[in-house]
């Protein structure tokens, strides 16, 4: 049948990884990248025909194959079953897409690391796990796809893993997205106990075939995969890991904690949207976390030194937005943004990271500076990204952030209240990416010149082991290179060029009908809500003023942002410092995000660890399972030393105690039956 | 007449008994068992049995007793000083000692009724065939017993061999 | 050949042999070994055996001596264990005294003598019978502990038994003199039936109460063991072995035939004092053993709960009871006995290896012998494919089946805490030596005939654990026609109410 | 001629013949090493017999390859031999891990080596022997025959000083409940008058064993303690730590775990049904709890062998959790991870025995950033504690998450809470075992390790290693392989197919009041949103 | 007339007695001794019961007994006389090497 080559899509990957894995510690670097790259492309290629393919017309609106059953008992089965739709094409899209532009990005990023062969298995890998999880047509296949995921993260967080931050923090993000799976599993086990099946068509078929069927258990299942998708997507309460996970090389920082994988919270929302309807508390809850995180995470961005964490803290409030648009009901916008974030946040982190190979590993923006002329293209590439996250018209960004505020602001309840959450954290985001913008390229020249570059280098990659090689290479780059700060090569431009067009244009997909589009996606993903129709009712309802309304206010909020940051950072650069010295204590709260880590550590981490050493392993394995074992040896020898004691050795005494017993046996003789 | 022999030679093994237990010096001890087994004789011949009457002079008070003065005399045992051994052997000795003869007597008296009486003398009052019948029930249906205390006696001759005999 | 002849022929061939080692004694060189009277015994022991054989191969129950014993498969079923345990004991004692002046002649004799004696309380059904093989038995044991005279601790242990035996004795005699005036006879089965018309119940109970004091002092059953660690530690190490075995056998059937044919009429009586003395007896043995250093004291420690045992036998119904306690004697002496035989190999005459620590490294220097040592250790716990394991599990299985059920947990229980000990001396087997075993170099190597007798024991260990079969159904055998014959003289008695099947399927 | 009746009785003895074999041969050289291989090679081709002529299509609860012929007549004891989708795959499992129990303990076994395999070959036959007995004094006979080989493995190559203490109290903690279940057995017998397993469970599920509960009570009691100190379930763990960190690597590998959850399954649920049953809550609490404690305690430990210990409890305990909820997928999870923990833990020991063999040290304060030095160790050891962790697609996954969709299905309300407790255990296991690989791979290199000239595993190693890698791969992937033939026995075991008829189906006729009490609380099971 | 109890009572007391002697005494001898003192006070029930079941096996089992006793006796002292040979007493106290 011809949707076998599905299975290619995830597995050539996979294939990737193998022969990298078990082998590229052998190979030449060209060799590792050759394999690597080509083991992205030809999904990509792939997914590119599937998508024209399921755009003909007339063709299916869903492709599945089923193949072997992975786990089979009597009233479960679960299969190997893979589903596309026009929500997965998305998902696909993204995935393969930027996927393999980072990869390319990476060939140039990771030229000097030792350990090169492992990067690109574990990127593969990763590939091979994300595609899984769009493409699974059941919870637990998901359920694969979200663990390997998670895996990949925690191997590539840890790549640098001399390094005990970088080490610590894969164990963090493992163990933080742990917590969400506990809520994930749960709510499969639920699903379960419920429906007797994780196949998605089996479970949403289900549900809609009892209209009268809401809240109650549906409900609980949805809260638990909200804890779930905030571990992924790394939303409140469980967002910590992800700025530690910049500890991880740039690329993957691009890759999987801001173009995919982080989004597979939302998908996995937007994927049992079903589910959601049918529990509007459900829904309430999301939307409520994501404002939250939004505006939270963006708050601390805007006083973050190091350039990757405010790219991660951005990332996280991004993020928000997507669940806010979700918890509004507006699954298409949600995902609408989630593509135009994949462009844009990549370019971003990629650009950082041009910015840090410039630099050779520097990342507090304190030290940086001026830059515009000495890498263009980087800076060029940049400011589009930076003027699409921020919302200006007509970038990617501006598009589908409205969307959300609009659809937030239409959606009943508290819909004004998030709607205002969204815009100011519209205001914030575009103020700290200006901020960065600002520091990064303009004003004054903070980094050290060439000369001695080395050792600070040096000194920047003493802490960072895995740098070591990189800093010897920039050696010899220094002897052709007119000084140390220098652009980086092609072939991390080029995929920055693409992505930098792609935050261009990548927004006009989806394009109101009140600014004269005809909003594609929305018709696009129309066949997967079909049940999403009552939000564009809202929309006839209301009319374009209102929509064009709110698109202006949102504008005028971005560029307030934008100004706040050209007085604050270029303008007049003290301000800022001023502003701080204000209000100190609030700064520092801010600036030391709020001490949620150092709140966890103490509330939970802690306490439980004290718990296990002294209440556990003292007290009650020590005292107790152990203790009584001994008492009970105790006791035996104890008796055994008073048995011993009656044998005195003297003759007399035996026969007095063999006297007592004649008589006890006297006794029990003749009056047995009486004493029995 | 059976009352007073009874009462007599009872009495008199009684006391020779707590003699035995009051004596210090071995000897003095032998002598009183001596006396004692005279006076069971007595009671032994007032119950008809003449032939252990004999028996109990010539072998229990004749020869074995004999054999214990004359083996005091051989080690010239002393007076026996009052070395405190055990407690245990009055702590829980005499309690059972006493609980012993309480039971016994306390079953005894209980039974006593069923038991009867006797008069003096023997069923048979010529001596002569109870010692036949003896005999008789000796060489006959308790032959086996008989003949096996010969291993018995060989076997305590062998064991005063292999015990007393000094090694050289 | 006559009826009585036939009846007592194992014990007339081993007189025999005594005798003639007691006439060859003196014609041997006062310096020459002594070894071939003791090939004598060796080969009177087999004789007695073949007998033994062939008194069953008859088939049919014999009342000789005009009903003061009776041979049937019960008798020969314990002729066998008391022969077998003398046969190892003499092979494994062959060549014990070689190199010291000492009376091996009559250390041989006595040995034969003692099983004479052991053999006739096994097969008699007379009070008077069984006093006098007691005695026999009992004043050869009393010498043969105190056999090493140069040892202060042989004529203690030697003293110790003598004084507190007879002393037993004596409460044993009372109670036949007891049992005597309750029923006017000393023979088991009209004793048996006087008790069905006793006017003088009280007086009864008495007497089995004095019995079994005296008995229980034999088989050192608690309260009554206390001599036991005192005696076997200061015993020579194959003495032991046999004393450990041999009269407990002899003293176990006479203790089966008292009660189960003797006292039928209150085993509801006696069923609670067995309970109260097997419970105690299996506690008592085994915590005592638990701290013991000296190996022979904790094999004695152990031999009390082994009697312990063998008493819950008794709280059974009589057919499963007789067989079960037939069948664990069987195992017990031979574990026990080649257990003994292995430690007299390592300690030799001189006591060279006495406590645990002496035995460290032993699965170092000597192996086999190590292995044997283990193994019959394993089976004195009770592991599974040894003859211990199913002789527990035969005894406690009749047990339950009784409806003791307490008694089978603290028995089991009990026998979770002898682990203890064995497990204590197997692993100093099994530790690296350290310089304290120097002296197991002086390890004489195994003689043949000891390697024989150790591997009859062994043999009979596994065999007994691995295959039970035949050996459960001639112990069932032998509680059949002790249990048959018992009815019969019912009968006799009484024959109106008389309904027994007087056949049983020995194949 | 037709091997199927015979071969379970090749399979048990044809190690103990090998023992018998080695321990006359000469001690020299690596004779030892290659008998006992070859041995053990033997046995685990002789096991993969069973699988492939094993009737998958036979119905659920009956034996097959039975050998059944009279041992000795009374007490009646029978010589039966069988095995069924429970036991089948047990014992391949034991026959898989012996090869590589000698694998890892080629070279750290210096002398005494014919003790050693020996006594190695003993156990295995001790195992064998009770995974395919049917009665149950044989059972009986095999189950504490493992006690001894064991036992002496411990008191003689235990690792520190005080092995012989923790042999000692392994030997009695496991003796002493073990001569309460013979009790039990022999009163079963004498109310029964059989001890064989099929005609007891027959008799069991007419009642008809004994009218007296409160004994049946009793007996039962017997039987599940003397389980569960061998598994060991919660509060009857003591022996546990101190005889793993004492015992060498290739006994640890079979020291819990499959021996008392297998007699659990095996006897407790086929006599005891109604007793298993109302004990059933209190299990599945300890089951719960012992996750959670075994998670939390490893979490604070040093040690790396007392970290496993605990880690080992928390996995057992996932096997309690399941099995006694008595639904289908609990009980085929359970099963599934009774042979992962066979698989993953084993893995583990044997890696962390490996290090040690390096190392000479089991204490995590001494290791660090071992991963740059040794990367083939540190790709093996992820990839097992993925496993241990469940991470999908590799073999402790399916087990775990059976197990849990089973708690979560068991009729009775209160499970969803120890469900959801036992859940987190999910967490902590992933805690530690990373916290492991950290402290061990991670970081800076530890000077206590540091100048260690410690080569990565050698060829052997990986032979050793190899198989389990491959082999957590496929029970991840392709499990209905194994659950084909455990699905019959779980089926048999577990209280119908009630338990996992879904809810939905019955949706349609859902009264609104009823949604909305359901709606009050959402953990109400779908059985009672039934009615 | 005398009731058979009283004979019996009286044996009693005297095998009482023995035991009691058994207790008290430091002598080995005299230990034996007290030991003998129990065996008449059972010869004396069996003589008792002889007479009262007019059975002359009761007395036969006497004759048993003091036959036993002569030969206990040789045993016995020719121990005792070992005992004095190592030890040099008779003291039963002293006899306690071998203890616990």
């Known amino acids: 049948m011809p949707s076998d080559y599905l299975w290619l899509i995830p597995l050539v990957p996979f294939a990737g990884f193998l ?116 493409l699974a047509e059941s919870f637990l296949l998901l359920f694969v796809g979200w663990e390997g995921v998670g895996l990949a993260s925690y191997l590539l967080i840890g790549f640098y893993f001399q390094k ?106 937007v994927r049992c949207h079903t589910l959601f309807d049918r529990s509007p508390y459900a829904l309430g809850v999301v939307a409520i976390i994501g404002a939250a995180t939004a505006i939270f995470a963006a708050s601390i961005g805007m006083v973050q030194h190091d350039i990757k964490r405010v790219l991660a803290y951005s990332t996280i409030s991004q993020l928000g937005y ?355 | 007449m059976q009352l007073v022999l009874f009462i007599i030679f009872g009495g008199l093994a009684v006391a020779g008994a707590f003699n035995l237990l009051l004596q210090r010096h071995p000897i003095n001890s032998a002598l009183s068992l001596v006396v004692v087994m005279m006076s069971l004789a007595v009671l032994y011949w007032s119950l008809g049995a003449e032939f252990l009457a004999a028996a109990q002079v010539i072998v229990y008070s004749g020869a074995i007793m004999v054999f214990f003065v004359f083996v005091i005399m051989l080690l010239n045992a002393g007076e026996e000083e009052r070395t405190k051994g055990s407690r245990a052997a009055y702590l829980v000795g005499f309690p059972g000692a006493a609980a012993i003869f309480c039971l016994l007597s306390f079953v005894f008296l209980k039974e006593s009724h069923a038991l009867g009486s006797s008069s003096v003398g023997g069923y048979l009052n010529h001596i002569t065939s109870n010692i036949s019948e003896i005999s008789a029930l000796l060489f006959t249906k308790l032959l086996l017993p008989f003949e096996v205390t010969s291993v018995l006696i060989l076997v305590a001759i062998l064991g005063a061999v292999v015990l007393a005999r000094k090694e050289q | 050949m006559s009826t009585n002849i036939v009846a007592l022929l194992p014990e007339i061939i081993l007189t025999l042999t005594g005798v003639l080692i007691m006439l060859a004694e003196p014609c041997l060189k006062p310096a020459s070994s002594r070894k071939p009277l003791g090939w004598i015994a060796v080969a009177g022991t ?141 023979n088991l089965y009209a004793i048996a039936h006087g008790l069905e018309i006793t006017t003088t119940p009280a007086l009864a109970f008495t007497a089995l109460a004095l019995i079994l004091i005296g008995l229980g002092f034999k088989v050192s059953a608690a309260p009554f063991h206390v001599w036991t660690p005192d005696v076997y530690q200061g015993a020579p190490a194959p003495v032991v072995g046999l004393m450990s075995t041999a009269p407990k056998a002899a003293t176990f059937a006479v203790l089966l035939r008292i009660t189960f044919t003797g006292f039928p009429t209150y085993q509801h009586r006696w069923t609670i004092l067995m309970w109260i003395l097997a419970a105690l007896s299996m506690t008592v043995g085994n915590l005592g053993a638990l701290g013991q250093r000296d190996v022979k004291r904790m094999l004695a420690y152990s031999s009390i709960a082994h ?201 | ?90 014992v391949v499992l034991t026959g898989f891990l012996a090869p590589l129990g000698v694998l890892v303990s080629w070279n750290v076994i210096a002398d005494r080596k014919r003790l050693f395999y020996t006594l190695f070959l003993l156990q295995q036959v001790a195992m064998l022997g009770i995974f395919v007995s049917l009665d149950l004094f044989l059972y009986y006979a095999f189950w504490e025959l493992s006690l001894v080989p064991m036992t002496l493995l411990i008191a003689t190559f235990g690792r520190t000083v005080n092995r012989r203490r923790a042999a000692i109290k392994y030997f009695l903690y496991t003796f002493i409940p073990s001569a ?139 096997v309690i959790l399941g099995i006694f909820t008595f639904t289908i997928a609990g009980m085929d999870g359970g099963i599934y991870a009774t042979l992962n923990e066979g698989i993953g833990g084993g893995a583990l020991f044997m890696l962390l025995g490996i290090l040690y063999e390096r190392y000479g040290t089991y204490d995590m304060r001494d290791y660090g950033g071992l991963a740059a030095k040794l990367p083939w160790m540190v790709t093996f050891f992820v990839i097992t504690t993925l496993s241990v962790i469940g991470l999908p697609m590799l073999n402790g996954f399916v087990g775990e998450f059976l197990v849990l969709t089973g708690s979560m299905q068991s009729a009775i309300t209160h499970h969803t809470r120890w469900t959801v407790f036992a859940t987190t255990g999910v967490i902590l296991t992933a805690s530690y075992m990373l916290w492991m690989i950290q402290r061990v791979f991670y970081g800076e290199s530890n000077f206590n390790t540091a100048d260690v000239a410690a080569p990565d595993i050698d060829a052997r190693e990986h032979f050793a290693l190899w198989p389990m890698v491959a082999l957590m791969l496929a029970m991840g992937v392709a499990s209905p392989i194994w659950m084909r033939a455990i699905d019959t026995a779980g089926t048999a075991l577990a209280d119908g197919a009630t338990a996992t008829e879904p809810a939905a189906k019955a949706r349609t006729s859902i009264t609104p009041e009823v949604v909305s009490n359901s709606t009050s609380n959402f953990t109400m099971p779908a059985t009672e949103a039934r009615k | 007339m005398v009731p058979t109890s009283a004979y019996l009572i009286l044996a009693a007391v005297l095998f009482s007695i023995g035991v009691a002697a058994f207790l008290i005494k430091r002598n080995l001898i005299t230990i034996f001794m007290s030991i003998e003192l129990m065996l008449n006070a059972v010869n004396l029930t069996f003589v008792a019961f002889a007479h009262m079941w007019h059975q002359v096996s009761g007395q036969i089992f006497v004759f048993f007994v003091m036959v036993v006793a002569a030969a206990e006796a040789a045993v016995g002292l020719a121990i005792i006389i070992a005992i004095f040979r190592t030890r040099e007493t008779l003291n039963v106290d002293s006899v306690d090497l071998m203890k616990s």
């Open chain 1, 322 to 676: 997507m669940f806010l648009a979700c918890g509004v009901g507006a699954y298409t916008a949600g995902i609408f943004h989630l593509l135009t974030h994949a462009f844009f946040k990549a370019l971003l982190f990629l650009g950082a990271g041009s910015v840090i190979h410039a630099l050779s590993g520097e990342q507090d923006m304190r030290k940086m500076g001026g830059l515009r002329k000495r890498i263009p293209i980087t800076f060029w590439t940049m400011t589009m990204g930076v003027v699409a996250i921020a919302g200006i018209p007509p970038w990617a960004g501006f598009f589908s952030k409205d969307e959300i505020l609009y659809q937030a602001f239409v959606s009943g309840g508290l819909g004004k209240f998030l709607w205002f959450v969204g815009l100011v954290t519209a205001g914030m985001t575009s103020f700290y990416m200006f901020r960065l913008w600002f520091k990064t390229f303009w004003g004054p020249e903070h980094f050290d010149e060439h000369d001695d570059l080395h050792d600070h280098g040096a000194a920047v990659h003493a802490h960072s082991g895995g740098h070591a090689v990189m800093v010897a290479d920039h050696d010899d780059e220094a002897a052709h290179h007119s000084h140390g700060v220098h652009e980086s090569p092609a072939i991390m431009t080029i995929p920055l060029a693409i992505l930098a067009l792609l935050s261009i244009i990548g927004g006009w997909v989806g394009v109101p009908a009140a600014l004269g589009g005809h909003n594609e996606i929305e018709h696009f993903l129309e066949p997967v809500f079909s049940t999403g129709v009552t939000t564009e009712a809202a929309t006839t309802a209301v009319g374009h003023g209102l929509e064009l309304g709110l698109a202006a206010v949102s504008v005028l909020v971005a560029l307030l942002g934008l100004y706040v940051a050209y007085v604050f950072y270029y303008k007049k650069p003290r301000t800022a410092a001023a502003l701080a010295a204000r209000a100190p204590a609030l700064y520092r709260l801010v600036e030391n995000k709020f001490y949620i880590d150092e709140i966890y550590s103490a509330v939970i981490i802690t306490p439980v660890l004290m718990f296990s050493r002294l209440i556990l392993g003292g007290l009650i394995d020590g005292g107790i399972v152990n203790g009584s074992g001994a008492a009970a040896g105790a006791a035996a020898s104890g008796l055994g030393a008073l048995v011993r004691k009656v044998q005195s050795g003297n003759i007399r005494s035996y026969a007095g105690w063999l006297a007592l017993g004649a008589a006890a046996v006297l006794v029990v003789m003749v009056f047995g039956r009486a004493i029995w």
């Open chain 4, 1 to 90: 001629m037709n091997i199927d009746h015979t071969i379970l009785t090749v399979i048990t003895f044809v190690p103990l013949a090998g023992a018998v074999l080695l321990a006359l041969l000469p001690d020299r050289g690596r004779i030892m090493q290659w008998g006992a291989l070859a041995v053990t090679l033997v046995t685990f081709a002789l096991t993969l017999h069973l699988p492939f002529h094993y009737d998958y299509s036979a119905a659920s609860g009956s034996f097959q390859f039975e050998q059944n012929v009279s041992w000795i007549a009374s007490p009646a004891i029978r010589y039966h031999l069988g095995v069924d989708g429970l036991s089948m795959w047990l």
């Open chain 1, 19 to 134: 022969i990298n894995g078990t082998m590229g510690r052998r190979f030449p670097r060209v060799l590792v990248s050759a394999v690597a790259l080509l083991c992205t492309a030809i999904p990509a290629i792939l997914v590119a025909w599937l998508w024209i393919r399921m755009r003909a017309p007339g063709a299916p609106e869903v492709l599945q194959i089923v193949s072997q059953p992975w786990i089979q008992i009597t009233g479960l089965t679960i299969n190997f079953a893979f589903t596309v739709d026009h929500l997965t094409l998305i998902m696909l899209g993204v995935v393969t897409g930027v996927g393999f532009l980072i990869h390319v990005y990476s060939v140039g990023y990771m030229a000097h690391e030792e350990g090169y062969w492992r990067f690109f298995a574990y990127l593969n890998l990763f590939m091979f796990f994300m595609l899984v999880l769009v």
């Open chain 4, 180 to 318: 309460i279940l013979l009790v039990g057995m022999l009163w079963v017998y004498s109310k029964t008058g059989t001890f064989q397993l099929p005609d007891l469970a027959q008799l069991a599920s007419t009642h008809s064993i004994s009218s007296d509960s409160a004994a049946l009570w009793l007996a039962s009691l017997a039987f599940l303690v003397a389980f569960a100190v061998k598994v060991p379930i919660f509060p009857l763990h003591g022996w546990l730590a101190d005889a793993i960190s004492e015992a060498p690597t290739a006994a640890v590998m079979v020291l819990a775990g499959k021996l008392g959850l297998y007699s659990i399954l095996r006897f407790s649920f086929s006599i005891f049904p109604e007793q298993s049953r109302h004990i059933a809550p209190l299990m599945i609490a300890l089951g719960a709890i012992g996750i959670v404690y075994g998670a939390l305690i490893a979490l604070v430990q040093k040690d790396l062998k007392q970290l496993a210990a605990y880690g080992t409890l928390g996995h057992v305990s996932v």
């Open chain 3, 307 to 507: 009697a312990g045992y063998l008493l819950v036998a008794f709280t059974a119904f009589p057919f499963d009871g007789i067989a079960a306690a037939c069948f664990y004697t069987a195992t017990y002496a031979a574990m026990n006995v080649g257990a003994f035989a292995v430690i007299t190999q390592v300690a030799g005459y001189d006591e060279r290896a006495r406590t645990i620590d002496d035995f460290t490294g032993l699965g170092q220097k000597r192996p086999i012998l190590a292995a044997l040592l283990g193994f019959f250790l394993l089976s004195l716990i009770g592991i599974p494919f040894t003859g211990g394991f199913f002789g527990k599990f035969y005894v406690f299985s009749a047990a339950i089946h009784g409806g003791h059920v307490w008694l089978a947990v603290i028995g089991l229980l009990n026998s979770g805490v002898a682990c203890f000990y064995y497990l204590r001396l197997l692993a100093a087997i099994y530790t690296r030596p350290g310089a304290e075993a120097a002296r197991l170099d002086r390890l004489r190597p195994v003689s043949v005939p000891a390697a024989i007798g150790l591997a009859m024991a062994l043999i009979a260990t596994v065999f007994l654990g691995i295959l039970p079969d035949g050996a459960v159904r001639f112990a069932e055998y032998a509680s059949h026609s002790t249990l048959i014959e018992q009815a019969r003289q019912e009968c006799a008695a009484h024959p109106e109410d008389c309904h027994i099947q007087l056949q049983f399927d020995v194949h």
């Open chain 3, 46 to 186: 087999v004789g007695s055996l073949v007998a033994a054989w062939y008194q069953v191969s008859l088939g049919v129950t014999i009342h000789a001596f005009s009903n003061t014993i009776q041979v049937d498969a019960f008798s020969v079923l314990f002729h066998y264990v008391i022969g077998a345990i003398l046969l190892v004991t003499l092979l494994g004692s062959l060549d014990y005294f070689e190199g010291y002046a000492s009376h091996a002649g009559e250390y041989f004799a006595l040995l034969c003598f003692g099983c004479v004696g052991m053999m006739l309380m096994a097969s008699s059904v007379e009070l008077l019978m069984v006093f006098i093989g007691l005695e026999i038995s009992s004043i050869s044991s009393y010498i043969l502990c105190g056999f090493r005279k140069g040892q202060a601790t042989g004529t203690e242990s030697s003293i110790k038994y003598f004084l507190l035996g007879s002393f037993a004795t004596a409460f044993f005699l009372y109670g036949i003199a007891l049992a005597f005036g309750a029923t006017g006879s000393t």
């Open chain 1, 164 to 269: 005990d931050s970088a080490a610590n923090a894969g164990k963090k993000a493992f163990i933080f997205n742990r917590v969400g799976d506990f809520g994930f599993l749960l709510a499969m086990f639920l699903l379960v106990r419920e429906f007797g099946s994780l196949d998605f068509s089996h479970v949403f078929n289900a549900i809609t075939v009892n209209p009268d069927w809401r809240g109650g258990v549906l409900t609980a299942i949805a809260l638990l995969l909200v804890l779930g998708a905030a571990g992924k997507s790394a939303q409140i309460p469980l967002y910590v890991w992800l700025p530690d996970a910049m500890e991880g090389p740039t690329p993957v920082s691009a890759l999987i904690h801001a173009a995919t994988m982080v989004t597979a919270g939302i998908y996995m929302v």
